[in-house]
Each structure stands twice: as C-alpha cells, then as structure tokens.
C-alpha cells in the first residue's frame, strides 16, 4: 500500500520539539503516544511573553516582562475604517471648516477661494460659494442642506456656460467643481463617476485656458497647480482601478497640463499648493503615464525610466518663503517634499522597474523614507504616505504609519487619511500572505485599491 506524507512535521511533534514523521492523515508518534495530532495546516500563532524574537518588551519597570504592543491604547481589534471615520466625524465637528477647501490645508488656495466667492454675483461666483456651503453642510452633518446647495451649484456652473466666456468665468468655474469633486470625496465615497467626471471637467476646460507656451503666476498659476496636483493624483488611481471606463483613462493620458507646468520658472521651488516641486510632481507624472503605457504596450521602457530616475535622485527642491507665508511656515512642508521623491523613486523601482524588495537599492530608499517619515508629526499627503506606508514589513515601521496616521486623522478630521489606512493595511495583508512575492507590485496594488466600487481619491 503506498504511504501518504507531507514536507512538514505536525504541530504537535513541533510544539514537543521532537522528528515527525510526517504521516497522513495523522502522525505515528501521537498516536504511540496516545497525543492528539494537531495536524499540517496553517495555525495563527501570537508571540509569547518571553519571546524575544517576535515582540518588543517593555522597559517599563511597571510593566516588567509584559510585552509592548506598538500600538497606542486606542487602535482596536476589529474596528473597521468606517467606524473610526464615524468617530472623528462626530467628535470634530467643531474643527475649522477652512481645512475642508483642500486636503493640502492649503492658505493661499483658501483666500483664493473666498476672493472668488464675493467677486461679484455671477452664476460662476454663485457656484463657489454654494460649493463652500455644501462642504460646511457635510463638514456640520447636515446631509440635506449639503444636497441642497451642491445642486445649486451644478447648476450655477451650468448657467455659467451660457455666459459671455472670459478667464475669470472659466477660473470660477474650475474652481467651483475642485471644491464639488472635494465634496463627493467627502460625502459619496462610493460614486467614482462623479469625482472622476468633476476632475475631468477641470482638466478640460484649463487645458482649454491654457497656453501650452506660456507661463503663468497669480491666481492663473495658483488655479492651474491646483488642478495639476488633482490630475497627477487621480491619474495614479486610474492606473489601479480595475473597473475605469475608458473616459478616465483617456482623460487620464492627456499630457497638455505636464507641458505647461514645464514653462514654469521655479520648478525646484516647493509650492504649498503641490506639497513638493513641480520638478519632482512633473517627474512622478511622467513615472505613472510610463507605467501606463507598459500596461499597454508591455515594453520596459528602460531609457525613459533611467532619465526619469535620475531627475528624481539628483534634484534639489528649494523651500523659499514668500512674504505672505511667513507667518503660517510649517516646518514639515521641506519633510513632506522629500518625502514625495522618495515615494516617486520608490514608486518608479516597484511599478517600472518591478524591483523586489531585497535589492539593496529599494531597502535604501525605503530607510530614507521612513527615516523622513519618523521625523514628521502629521502627514495629510495621501499618494506619498501610501506608496512609503506599504513598504513597512516589520512591526516597528507598521507601527510608525499608524501613529502617523493616527496623529493626521486627529489634526485633519475630514481628510483621506483614513481610506489610506485600509488600503495600507490590506497592502500589508496580502504582504504577509505572499512572502515570495510571487505577484508583482502593480498587481497587488491594483487588487488593493480595487476593493472598493469607487474610485480611489488620493488628492
């Protein structure tokens, strides 16, 4: 009769540290010995109090010998995303609705936004500042009202077009849709259609307004940043949306915006609006559209990603305060920068060039980050806190994103922040669950953020 066995012992031949000998269904030894078998499959296992190599100990003399969890007292088990967003919802309702205008927290975009507002009594002028309204209706949870005055104003946008056009009307405009594609972020999670046609628009009609030869400053400059950092953004989620129609995805290939950005006369300035320079944004644009296109044409593109790599390695982004800026200076503004060409160098090895994680030159740039990451208190940047966060294997690192996380979700109330802690934490997840690696980088992110019906925001 042939005998059945398996490649590993039995867990109860391990827990008693002796051979086994591997038997199917059940081990000879437990059965001599008149010992349950435990079998061959996967057993969860949790670290001992006096196992050094899986848990970190307490100095704690209060605590001596008990094993330090890494996490503060109020990470749960089996607390889901949505229902710390309930929490923080309630709790923070009071918080300054000005930080709802733009995930970025971004001042000169907020006094743009009011200086539109009461321009006039236009339809466009109108749309802003229903658009406002809706937004501190959701921020209040007056969902209705909020319903209400985003109607209103999708349909003074819809006035707006039968207007005499000029620049202000269209910069109104764009700008009053920005803040309604901030809205559905906030308020339909759910509907990809409608934030990724509301960013379309805007791509749209600023390429519309836009020379491709020119340059621009003032509020063109701070308008066309502002729709840019959305149409990089949106862009990186189109490309791991398995459920994009080809709408996003064509909108998401037009390029007129990277070229007039190019024109700009301070690209290794940071600019606020950005959260980096346009010379490193510029540099990851160009890192998603080559990922794109080897998705379609399945050619490596060596040459571009070499130039590519080397503009994000050896660029210097320079923080130059500007008079107006000098009394709200955040000194994690030079942090956060660094810490977005990092992640497009990271982003560049594991999408582009399909670098494994023990090549020295990714756990080089990944210690960089989270020695950038360590040093901040807060980082409200979602695209580069989830390409950094997902490359934490070890407890140490897992538990400095959550911090961070957790200190940005306390500060921000009504940012992203925490739909990038779920797609982070099912990124480490299918991490753990595939130790070889054997599916690729793109594919596991892809399947990541694909959990959801909606379009993922990462602006």
């Not at 006094?111 to 309204?133: C, E, G, H, K, Q």
């Not at 497009?344 to 582009?352: C, D, F, M, S």
């Not at 690696?437 to 694909?450: E, G, P």
């Amino acid at each position: 009769m042939l005998s059945l066995t398996t490649t590993k012992g039995c867990w109860t031949c391990k827990d008693r540290k002796i051979a086994c000998d591997k038997h199917i269904p059940g081990c000879k030894n437990c059965l001599r010995s008149k010992r349950r078998c435990l079998g061959y499959g996967i057993r969860l296992s949790w670290p001992r109090k006096d196992d050094r190599k899986r848990a970190l100990v307490s100095n704690n003399p209060d605590r001596e010998g008990s094993v330090c969890t890494l996490l503060h007292p109020t990470e749960f088990v089996n607390v889901y995303a949505s229902d710390v967003n309930m929490y923080f919802s309630m709790h923070n309702s009071g918080h300054n609705v000005a930080r709802l205008l733009t995930s970025a927290n971004n001042s000169s975009i907020q006094n743009l936004v009011f200086r539109m507002s009461f321009t006039d009594t236009s339809p466009s002028s109108n749309a802003i500042l229903y658009a406002v309204y809706a937004l501190s209706s959701q921020h209040l949870l007056d969902h209705s009202r909020a319903l209400e005055y985003k109607s209103l104003a999708r349909s003074a946008v819809w006035t707006s077009t039968s207007q005499p056009p000029s620049i202000q009307n269209t910069l109104q405009c764009i700008v009053a849709v920005l803040l309604l594609a901030l809205y559905e972020s906030f308020a339909s999670p759910n509907a990809s259609q409608a934030w990724a046609a509301s960013i379309c628009y805007c791509k749209t009609a600023t390429i519309a307004t836009y020379a491709l030869d020119k340059s621009y400053e003032g509020d063109l400059a701070l308008v066309l940043d502002w729709v840019y950092y959305y149409d990089v953004h949106s862009k990186f989620a189109v490309r791991h949306f398995d459920r994009r129609v080809v709408s996003m995805l064509d909108c998401a290939r037009k390029k007129n915006l990277h070229y007039v950005e190019l024109n700009s006369p301070c690209k290794t300035r940071v600019v606020p609006t950005l959260g980096c320079s346009l010379e490193v944004l510029n540099s990851i644009s160009s890192v998603i559209d080559t990922v794109l296109e080897m998705e379609i044409d399945n050619d490596p593109h060596v040459d571009e990603l070499d130039k590519l790599e080397r503009r994000l390695k050896f660029t210097k982004q320079e923080f130059v305060e500007s008079p107006d800026d000098v009394l709200e200076f955040n000194p994690q503004s030079p942090k956060i920068a660094e810490l977005y060409r990092l992640a497009g160098l990271i982003y560049l090895h594991r999408a582009g060039r399909k670098t494994i994680t023990v090549k020295h030159i990714l756990q080089g740039l990944v210690e960089e980050a989270f020695t950038v990451l360590q040093a901040l208190e807060t980082c409200e940047r979602s695209f580069p806190l989830f390409i950094v966060g997902c490359e934490a294997r070890s407890d140490r690192r897992r538990a400095i994103v959550l911090g961070i996380l957790k200190a940005t979700q306390i500060q921000f109330a009504e940012s992203n922040v925490l739909r990038v802690r779920a797609f982070i934490e099912r990124f480490w997840a299918q991490d753990d669950l595939d130790p070889n690696q054997d599916i690729d980088y793109s594919s596991r992110v892809t399947a990541v953020l694909s959990r959801t019906d909606c379009l993922p925001v990462f602006s």
